[in-house]
């Protein structure tokens, strides 16, 4: 169902394809505060699924929360009146909270915040599986789909569900190959449901 409210609630293929990289700890940490040193805390705030090249790999959507300031790389902006510019990242350790190369995914799409049930627009997608200079992306060549299944916004925050999936061949750069039997990978089922804060 979507609604809106507002409130003071915060708040070319390979012969062979390599299999996604394994998850990462479960478990959510907290920084020490100190006289001079403000609570950091990463906090989940949703998750995503998808079959990597045959295999199941989840990321967490995340957070740095910092007294009362919030930091991710997970986004979302204004584009008109009724859409909005998405961008989800997902890490594979909760405790992460910036894109670091460490089999991060990044999903980025424009969409409408007045329908559900329907395609996104400008849709890229983007995994680091070995670092950040071993890109592979729909733009690249390569195929990105997103389709929308639920949209809320409140507070300046979306809490969204959808579906995804993509063909994602590496990223060519100056000086840059494809690892041996990485030229491409492919992801399927993907889902996804999160809380993103307007930044």
């Given at each position: 169902m979507l609604t809106?409210?507002?409130?003071?609630?915060?708040?070319?293929?390979?012969?062979?394809k390599p299999k996604a990289p394994e998850d990462g700890p479960a478990s959510v940490g907290e920084g020490a505060k100190t006289k001079h040193q403000a609570i950091k805390v990463a906090r989940v705030d949703g998750e995503i699924t998808a079959v990597v090249n045959g295999s199941r790999s989840k990321w967490y959507v995340t957070r740095q929360y910092n007294d009362d300031a919030n930091s991710s790389a997970s986004k979302w902006r204004d584009r008109t009146a009724t859409s909005a510019g998405v961008t989800i990242v997902g890490h594979k350790a909760p405790t992460t909270t910036t894109v670091s190369g460490a089999g991060e995914i990044v999903l980025d799409f424009a969409m409408s915040i007045m329908r559900e049930d329907a395609p996104a627009e400008e849709v890229r997608i983007d995994y680091f599986p070995m670092g950040l200079a071993n890109a592979y992306s729909s733009n690249a060549g390569g195929s990105a789909s997103v389709v929308m299944k639920k949209v809320t916004l409140k507070d300046g925050v979306l809490e969204l569900e959808g579906a995804f999936?993509?063909?994602?061949?590496?990223?060519?750069?100056?000086g840059a190959t494809?690892?041996?039997?990485?030229t491409e990978f492919s992801i399927e089922d993907g889902v996804f449901s999160a809380k993103i804060r307007k930044q």
């Open positions: 809106a409210a507002c409130g003071n609630e915060s708040g070319a293929g390979a012969s062979s999936s993509g063909t994602l061949p590496f990223m060519s750069k100056i494809a690892p041996r039997g990485m």
